[in-house]
């Protein structure tokens, strides 16, 4: 077996299509945009370093290194645990120089044995969900339930807010304190996929501008995506997130699609069982892993 070694990516047009190219083809659990998407997004991200990792001179594979965090793992099929975990064991000669005292990965399940070989524990996983809108079960409806408007994104950010605040998505750092007011305007701006708002619901109860849940919603892969979903946190219990889903359920029906998908983080046991309770099935999963140095 030949040395596997890592090349940055040198950022001329040639090469970052070749990326965004492997990028989709090699990384299972990323959500898939256009090739053209993936390439906005290497030229926008110049604090990211992107990587080939080659065996010889044969590019088999990328990866993402941020400070002392490497991400979007793929590798061609057939490579087994051992050599998996040579081309970890590489990735981690770049990141000690950023000088840090832990290592940090998202990796898809695949790898885990390489990773838990090399002492990496599991931090939480996330889950990527699918369900198939021919067998769509306890679906829940109500009143109150109206579409997303532009002048809702003040009030929207506040209940998105307080509806993640001390949740299990905020105290493992996928939704952080103050990512609102940022990430709700880069979800509506079509940074997540072609925004929906004609999908998306939001409810109000009684006063039509008092939002206390919503469930974002936009095409990714042609497909419709939940990016977010959430319901102030006096409000939760009361089957306000079952009425959201399953308003943008008809809804994604109606508009011809056969299928909806959204990611969950391990833990949230509350989001969890709505979502299989109405069919959702988990299709791929991802792990955040680390190693103390």
Known sequence: MGEFHLQILKKNEEE???????????????DKHTVEDEIEKIRGFYHIDHYFILQDERK??????????????????????????QIITKIEEYLGGWRV???????????????????????????????????????????????????????????VTDAYRNSKDEKVGIFKPGMA???LPNIVNGKFGRFRPDLTSVFTSQ???????????????????VVLIGVRRSAQGNGI????M?????????AGYQEIKLWVTSGNEAAEQLYKSMGFETI?????????L
């Open 16 to 30: 970052i299509r070749e990326f965004a190219e492997s990028l989709i083809h090699l990384v299972k659990e990323m």
């Open 60 to 85: 088999i594979g990328v990866v993402k290194i941020f400070q002392g965090t490497f991400y979007y793992l793929g590798i061609e099929e057939g490579y087994d645990t051992d050599a998996v975990s």
């Open 101 to 159: 005292s832990r290592l940090d990965a998202q990796i898809r399940d695949i790898y885990l044995p390489a990773m838990q070989k090399l002492g990496y524990t599991v931090e939480f996983g996330r889950y990527k969900m699918s369900l198939d809108l021919s067998r769509v079960t306890n679906m829940q409806h109500g009143e109150g339930i109206r579409t997303y408007q532009e002048a809702d994104m003040p009030i929207l950010i506040d209940m």
């Open 181 to 183: 007011s940022t990430e």
């Open 207 to 225: 006063d039509p501008d008092y939002i206390e849940g919503a469930c974002l919603v936009s095409i990714t892969e042609n497909q419709p995506f």
């Open 241 to 244: 997130g079952r009425k959201l």
């Open 246 to 254: 399953s308003w943008v359920v008809d809804r994604v029906i109606e």
């Open 284 to 292: 791929s999963s991802i792990y955040h892993m680390y190693r103390s």
